[in-house]
T-cell receptor, first 112, second 116 residues
Framework: GDSVTQMEGPVTLSEEAFLTINCTYT??????LFWYVQYPGEGLQLLLK?????DKGSNKGFEATYRKETTSFHLEKGSVQVSDSAVYFC???????????FGSGTRLSIRP | KAGVTQTPRYLIKTRGQQVTLSCSPI?????VSWYQQTPGQGLQFLFE???????NKGNFPGRFSGRQFSNSRSEMNVSTLELGDSALYLC???????????????FGPGTRLTVL
């Protein structure tokens, strides 16, 4: 069945460091891919998405490129801030289904 | 435009009781989905409702049920609560109408259920 695998956390970085959170997926067809972020005590917020191969999603300095050949959708940011501390979820949804399948989440902590 | 609202935000119940959680979608959204989030199992899909009909269902026992009203508001019910039902229950809404993969889901803040 469909699945999403993302790197284990927690990830701890210093402010202004470069961030990569790896995400790979298994799915038939051409799913849409998403990154969601969850701040402490809150629900999920859509961070960015990509709906077809080679699409790049971007928002708030975060980017991820839909790589069909490597079935990956890695999240990157050039310079992280303390306010980026949160849990990040990679997710997919197949075009023929409506449910979202989430990865296990990666907790990110940024030190000032 | 107001976001997805969920009530109550926190709930404490004891084993064997039942509970009802409520979700009000974004105005104009007709699809509501429910997810359970636990530290051990992560985020798992419960069910989706569209125009008062259940359109998809996840792999949960029959103790978990839901419904949607004509104004798109949704409720989920859990009967005969077990300790393992302690979780954050998230509701998400989207315009709906199709299962297009470009339809973005917007999540509410969740209801934190604790079963003692």
């Amino acid at each position: 069945g469909d699945s999403v695998t993302q790197m284990e956390g927690p990830v701890t970085l210093s402010e202004e460091a470069f961030l990569t959170i790896n995400c790979t997926y298994t799915a038939t067809g051409y799913p849409s891919l998403f990154w969601y972020v969850q701040y402490p005590g809150e629900g999920l917020q859509l961070l960015l998405k990509a709906t077809k191969a080679d699409d790049k999603g971007s928002n708030k300095g975060f980017e991820a490129t839909y790589r069909k050949e490597t079935t990956s959708f890695h999240l990157e940011k050039g310079s992280v801030q303390v306010s980026d501390s949160a849990v990040y979820f990679c997710a997919l949804r197949r075009s023929s289904a409506s449910k979202i399948i989430f990865g296990s989440g990666t907790r990110l902590s940024i030190r000032p | 435009k107001a976001g997805v609202t969920q009530t109550p935000r926190y709930l404490i119940k004891t084993r064997g009781q039942q509970v009802t959680l409520s979700c009000s979608p974004i105005s104009g959204h007709r699809s509501v989905s429910w997810y359970q989030q636990t530290p051990g199992q992560g985020l798992q899909f419960l069910f989706e409702y569209f125009s008062e009909t259940q359109r998809n269902k996840g792999n949960f026992p029959g103790r978990f049920s839901g419904r949607q009203f004509s104004n798109s508001r949704s409720e989920m019910n859990v009967s005969t609560l077990e300790l393992g039902d302690s979780a954050l229950y998230l509701c998400a809404s989207r315009p709906g109408g199709t299962t297009s993969s470009t339809d973005t889901q917007y999540f509410g803040p969740g209801t934190r259920l604790t079963v003692l």
